[in-house]
Every structure is written in structure tokens, then in C-alpha cells.
């Protein structure tokens, strides 16, 4: 069964930073291209990117409104995805989801983990 | 490439057949995803390349589409259906999304 958990969100300050942790099994995770999305509260759903995998150079692609802030890596021999947030601002407060890219080619995600609240806030 | 889905809200009742329309700003190939949210939950995807259903997704879900007009049928609605429902572009980046649609029980 395939399963993302993330971690590590929580409450910071303007300016401050956060890494978030997405720990992933039940699939073989250096295969796969794997992505971030997020979802501030009661708004709609925003990719903020997504690292390829070995194969393809684990090449990074970013949402304009956090590039050069945030930076997607990862760890094959952990099976894990992080996501490294420098900058924080209060509109980056939202839940983050881990996501599991299905194919190379069209990057649709097809599992999601349950997500972790990220707070922007003095 | 902006996404447009119509309506934003739909009130509907169990065993309506339903259609959600999204509607791209430039063309899209199918490139385009549909997914199910419920409050609290990580979203589910349902379709992808406009059409091609996602393992363990209800046979009454289905898609068309391709270039800038697609659409999203619920052939007969059941109660776990009522639920936010999202279109997705991956033709080009940045990855968007459309606005949601919101299914409501009439």
C-alpha cells in the first residue's frame, strides 16, 4: 500500500524557516518524480513544485511564488521528500501535501498524503 | 494557463446524473486531471489524461475532453459524492488548477 506522511509543519514567524519531511513506502520512491502542493484555508489547491527523479537528474521545477525560497530534495536511501522553506511569508500559511507523481511524461500525482498545517504568523 | 470550471456550486440529489465543465485559458492536449476533495481530506484523483480512470474510481465518474473544453460526468450521484471537485492542467507549468466546484446536497 502506497503511504506518504509528512511532517514538521507548524507555527513561524515572518522571515523564518521550515523544512517539511514527507517519509514514503509502499512503492519502489527513487523511481518516481515526486511534488508539493498546498492549500491555504478555505482556498483552492496550488502546485508550489516538484523534483524528478535519479534518471532525470532529480531536476526541480518551482511555482513562481516561492522560487528562490523554497527548495524541493530528497533522499532515495531514506525514501523520503523534503521541502525547505526560507522566507516565510503569512501568505505561505497553508497545509502542504506530499504527492507521488505516477509516471514521468505527464506528472499527474495519484497519491497524496494527509498533509501538514504550515502557520505564517507574529 | 488559467483553468475555469462552472458552476463554482451545484446543489444536486442522489442519483442525479451531473456535469462540471472546466475550461482552459490556451490549449491543453488532455493533459488535464480531475480530482475529489472532502473536508479534512487530502485531495483524490479521479481522472487523468482527460479520460483514463484512476484505479479503484467508480465506473459512474468519467471524463472528456481535449484542447480547451472538458468535463467531468457523475452519472448517478451517490451520498460519498458530495464533495469540492478540481480540475488540473499539466500541459505546461506552472501546474494550475481550476477554482473548484462545490457539490451539495439538494
Known amino acids: 500500500e502506497v503511504q506518504l506522511v509528512e511532517s514538521g509543519g507548524g507555527l513561524v514567524q515572518p522571515g523564518g524557516s521550515l523544512r517539511l519531511s514527507c517519509a514514503a513506502s509502499g512503492f519502489t520512491f527513487s523511481d518516481h518524480y515526486m511534488a508539493w502542493f498546498r492549500q491555504a484555508p478555505g482556498k483552492g489547491l496550488e502546485w508550489v513544485g516538484r523534483?524528478?527523479?535519479?534518471?532525470?537528474?532529480?531536476?526541480?521545477e518551482y511555482a513562481a511564488s516561492v522560487k528562490g525560497r523554497f527548495t524541493i530534495s530528497r533522499d532515495d536511501s531514506k525514501n523520503s521528500l523534503y521541502l525547505q522553506m526560507n522566507s516565510l511569508k503569512t501568505e505561505d500559511t497553508a497545509v502542504y501535501y506530499c504527492?507521488?507523481?505516477?509516471?514521468?511524461?505527464?506528472?499527474?500525482?495519484?497519491?497524496w498524503g494527509q498533509g501538514t498545517l504550515v502557520s505564517v504568523s507574529s | 494557463i488559467q483553468l475555469t470550471q462552472s458552476p463554482s456550486s451545484l446543489s444536486a440529489s442522489v442519483g442525479d446524473r451531473v456535469t462540471i465543465t472546466c475550461r482552459a485559458s490556451?490549449?491543453?492536449?488532455?493533459?488535464l486531471a480531475w480530482f475529489q476533495q472532502k473536508p479534512g481530506k487530502a485531495p483524490k484523483l479521479l481522472i487523468y489524461?482527460?479520460?483514463t480512470l484512476q484505479s479503484a474510481v467508480p465506473s459512474r465518474f468519467s471524463g472528456s475532453g481535449s484542447g480547451t473544453d472538458f468535463t467531468l460526468t457523475i452519472s448517478s450521484l451517490q451520498p460519498e459524492d458530495f464533495a469540492t471537485y478540481y480540475c488540473?492542467?499539466?500541459?505546461?507549468?506552472?501546474?494550475?488548477f481550476g477554482q473548484g466546484t462545490r457539490l451539495e446536497i439538494k
Open positions: 489524461a482527460a479520460s
Open positions: 504527492t507521488r507523481v505516477r509516471s514521468a511524461g505527464a506528472e499527474y500525482s495519484d497519491y
Open positions: 490556451q490549449g491543453i492536449s488532455s493533459y
Open positions: 488540473q492542467q499539466l500541459n505546461s507549468y506552472p501546474i494550475t
Open positions: 523534483s524528478r527523479n535519479k534518471v532525470n537528474s532529480y531536476s526541480t
